[in-house]
């Protein structure tokens, strides 16, 4: 049977109608949502990826406060920038753009803002809150995938789920918010023993490596849900970490790349931002 090709678009409109919604009820109240976005340096990619956020915050409804800084900022004038930001109640969400440029210490950097203004969910407390179970900003990709299976009516519960890639950005928080789901969860990496058969033993399978194409069907179970995280570019244009054309016809549900996950993360952000603003305003 043809699997469910999951409409990371259509899902990423919805959750930003709803944010917009929200962001009305707060400008109602006099609150106006504010998301401070730092970009340090000028990799092409990342100044990419602000341009959008900004395009996001516009069409939702928040402002966005726009800093770019030269690659050879100091530390301290970064720390002292995320200060001022954490300070301001008029910014409710803070992101520092990564990676961030060679001399810079993005975990200094991260540590340095404010929890509750932390949209990106990568301070070490918003980490710690969703490994101790309590309310938290979430990672905007992995909550980005979350809100798919959720859209799509796919309940992670007792199924086996496996988390392909380790990172702080996404391997990590995904295997926490699916444990969260009641999931039980798997996270392989490059030093992963026989990871082909750990990969078919999956009923969700996450792929967040950064190889193109790697998984292909002999990873992937006869009915999964495969949900590919990779964003890779090559010669042959953007592709994920997922092989579509191999493993479609043998998984009952599967993101494309591009049009899955990539929209999701953006709009997550924007929930973030909305819920930090709520919060600070209650
Ligand atoms: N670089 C790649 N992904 C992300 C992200 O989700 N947030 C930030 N701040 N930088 C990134």
New binding site residues.
Partial sequence: MAPVIIDGKKVAAHVKERAAERVAALKARGVEPGLAVILVGDDPA?RA?VDMKERDCAQVGIRSIDVRLPADTPQAELEALVDGFNADPAVHGI?????LPDGLDAEAVIARIAPEKDV?G?HPVSIGRLVRGLPALH???PAGVMELLRAYGIDPRGKRAVVVGRSV?VGKPMALLLLQADATVTVCHSKTADLRAVCREADILVAAIGRARMIDASYVKPGAVVIDVGINRTDAGLVGDVDFESVAPIASAITPVPGGVGPM?RAM?MENTVAASEEASR
């Fill in positions: 990342s990826y992101l520092v753009q990564l990676p990106d990568f990672a905007c990709t950005i993360t952000l």
